[in-house]
């Protein structure tokens, strides 16, 4: 018999891997289940799509009793509460327990609806949406992570209060199980390995699906981000790299060479570098540090043309923050934006100070001018058309929330000094993994490339 439950529980993983899959492959349900809010209808198409499979797979249990493994309503149930909330989670605990009533297990809709309710009630403690999509089926690294939060700053991690929740609702099914048989399926062994892998099974059935979905999503947000990146570079080159900004350029070169030609050689190696990186199309993230130099060629132009009375910078960069990887070309609109709309208009010039800082594992980017400031309030994330700011900036607040979602902030108001001050905060954890995606995809289109 344990042989038997051993088998089923390898085969339901399968079964939840092959649901997930298939799921994921309709452009509808990947609508429904990204959307960061749903209507009822939404709510209930998803409930429809979700949990169908699974409430088929509890009726061929029944029709075909030596398969088991079909049966994966606890996974369900709260996939979709954690998924899609509340009122998702009971609607999809009742379509996964009509089977099981008809067939005369009467404790399957009450136990599902109140594991759905536990799982939608945890979806609304999540202080941040990401913890959800994170939840990983591999439990010692759950475990190592929430051991590394909690010992220098004691607190209740989700991700560890999800994992004790899909512990204690499968407890409760075993003991129901075991004392009403007839009435509520469960897997049940007086081998305590057995019980082990029982449970471990359903943290692995409801983890599978969260991380191929999430892998989906992932990818989904890859596909946006480069063609944002693409549009940013396009402006880059329209707004910097256009006939002015090179005659300019060229035109301060040529004044240099006779009478300073190592400051007119430095600029052509600047100009040189920024049009090399422009056109760079492989690094969709890069440290903090190579972002800083990049928009250090840039200045050092600019302060040459404008003129080192008109034009100063001041850096602040923890160097904590430096390695911290970010998307590619994201500090150079916010700096051409400072002295575009900031400092030009200002007969006697005016400064721009860069800082950077690591605090409560997320980094924290401002660039701060001193210029003429904005006419309107402040804004979050929405700069187009705000203050006089331009379509970059709006671009670059679109792929931080592609990227990162709510979790990503991109603040610009008038500074209390006087000019503007833009703050940009993403969590670094998080733009380590997006970014470590980014290079798998990248890796993976090459080599289908060569192929």
Same mark, same amino acid.
């Given at each position: ?11 339901? @993983? ?10 994921? *492959?309709? *452009? ?40 088991? !493994? ?15 909330? +509340? ?20 404790? !399957? ?49 989700? +991700? ?9 609702? +499968?407890? =409760? ?53 480069? *063609?944002?990146?693409?549009? !940013? ?33 430095? @600029? ?10 422009? @056109? ?18 840039? =200045? ?99 792929? @931080? ?51």
């Amino acid at each position: 018999m344990d042989k038997l439950i051993l088998i089923t529980l390898l085969i339901k @993983l399968g079964v939840a891997a092959a649901i997930a899959s298939a799921l994921i *492959r309709a *452009r509808e349900f990947q609508k429904l289940l990204y959307a960061e809010d749903r209507t009822i209808a939404q709510k209930i198409y998803l409930v429809l799509f979700m949990c169908l499979p699974f409430a088929l797979g509890v009726e061929v249990r029944h029709g075909a009793p030596n398969f088991l !493994a079909a049966d994966l309503s606890l996974e369900a149930v709260m996939l979709m509460g954690v998924m899609g909330g +509340q009122f998702a989670g009971v609607v999809g605990a009742i379509v996964c327990s009509l089977p099981a009533m008809l067939h005369g297990e009467y404790l !399957a809709l009450p136990f599902n609806i109140f594991a759905a309710f536990v799982a939608g009630t945890l979806r609304s403690y999540a202080s941040d949406i990401e913890l959800i999509w994170s939840f990983s089926p591999f439990v010692d690294l759950s475990l190592y992570r929430w051991i590394r939060k909690v010992v220098p700053r004691p607190k209740i991690d989700w +991700q560890i209060l999800f994992f004790v929740a899909i512990m204690l609702m +499968q407890l =409760l099914r075993w003991e129901l199980g075991r004392l009403f048989p007839k009435y509520i399926f469960s897997l049940n062994s007086a081998n305590a390995w057995i019980v082990a892998a029982i449970f471990a099974t359903v943290v692995l059935c409801i983890g599978i699906p969260i991380k191929i979905w999430n892998n989906t999503r992932i990818e989904l947000k890859l596909e946006e981000q480069e *063609r944002l990146l693409l549009n !940013a570079r396009m402006e880059a080159l329209q707004s910097q790299i256009n006939p002015h900004f090179l005659f300019n350029t060229l035109n301060s070169i040529s004044s240099l060479v006779r009478f300073d030609p190592d400051t007119a050689r430095g @600029l052509i190696v600047k100009l040189a570098s920024i049009l090399r990186r422009l @056109l760079r199309k492989t690094d969709a993230f890069i440290p903090l540090s190579e972002e800083v130099e990049f928009i250090d060629d840039y =200045l050092d132009i600019e302060v040459v043309r404008f003129g080192r009375d008109k034009l100063r910078v001041v850096k602040d960069l923890d160097p904590n923050s430096l390695d911290v990887l970010v998307p590619s070309m994201m500090l150079q609109p916010l700096v051409e934006n400072s002295i575009k709309h900031g400092l030009s208009p200002k007969v006697e010039g005016g400064s721009i100070i860069i800082r950077s800082r690591v605090e409560n594992d997320r980094l924290l980017v401002e660039v701060e001018d001193d210029g003429v400031g904005m006419a309107g309030g402040a804004f979050l994330e929405k700069p187009s058309g705000v203050g006089g700011t331009g379509i970059g900036m709006a671009n670059v607040a679109e792929r @931080l929330k592609v990227l990162f979602g709510e979790t990503s902030k991109l603040i610009v108001n008038n500074s209390p000094t006087g000019g503007t001050l833009v703050q940009i905060s993403v969590p670094i954890y998080q733009a380590n993994e997006v970014a470590q995606g980014v290079s798998g995809l990248l890796q993976e289109a090459r080599s289908n490339t060569l192929r």
